[in-house]
């Protein structure tokens, strides 16, 4: 699951366990005190409440949805997903803990060696693993984690067979969590993780961080979850001012940020890729 900053909505609805009068009953009060297009519609919901409280049950969702504007129906979503996302990042570093290397493998494994065996080892114990790994050198993860702090959140897309789907990811200490936009909409901080992404600090003084992925695949497939990994490192690990300034509007101008730009930059790592 993603972090609890993550803001839910709670619904208007408590339980079946009520009868459809007692709960049409609370549901009115609380609209009344909490949705402002209550009075528009009180005369229309108090007739429908009496004579049909099941009905009204069922209807109460269309009849206090208020009208939006274009503009406003194309904020919505990046509002939700970035603003819980501050506070999120001013507490991540003292809430979240490290994961541990030795929690996943034995430590005596890798004492004493050097880069190059470390790196060796770390690649050959995950091959027959259902996971993506990798070594990074010290100085290209400080640069990910330095810009990651000022863009704690960001959306990738994976090409599916009808087009592309949005992945969100989310840093949170030596951690990065990912999670289909949609499930993220639909479930909020409840939504399930279909990729895992850690890297283990503990033999950054010798220059090297090890990353492990782990992916969900009744979500993603393995080749899926390279691909959210490669574009991580697109975005956070290289000096690209254009890749800079689409984090830079996601974060602080969502108006501004354009789906198809992230789309065109895949496109060209694919590219690049198969070259």
Known sequence: MLARSFLGFRGITRGIAMSASSRAKEVVEELKEKNPFFE??????GKLQKTSPEEFLS?????????????????RDYSELLKPKETL???IQGEIPHKKLQDIMKMELVEGKSVDELQSIWLEYHKTKDVIAAA??????????ER??????????????????????QFAANTVHFTPLLCYQVHKENAPECLNIVYYTEFREKGIVLMRGEYDSQVIS????????????MYYCQNSK??????????????????MDIISELENLEITQSS
């Open 40 to 45: 528009k519609y009180a005369e229309k919901i």
């Open 59 to 75: 209807r109460v969702d269309n009849l206090i949805k208020p009208e939006k504007s274009k503009k406003q129906e194309k904020t």
């Open 89 to 91: 990042a001013e507490k």
């Open 136 to 145: 990074i050198p010290t100085g290209q993860f400080d640069f990910q984690q």
């Open 148 to 169: 990651a702090r000022k863009h704690p959140i960001f959306i990738l897309p994976i090409p599916r067979s009808e087009g592309f789907e949005f992945i969100l990811m």
């Open 222 to 233: 393995a080749k899926e979850a390279q691909c959210l990994a490669n574009q991580l490192q």
């Open 242 to 259: 254009k890749k800079l300034q689409l984090l830079e509007n996601f974060t602080n101008k969502p108006d501004s940020f354009k789906h």
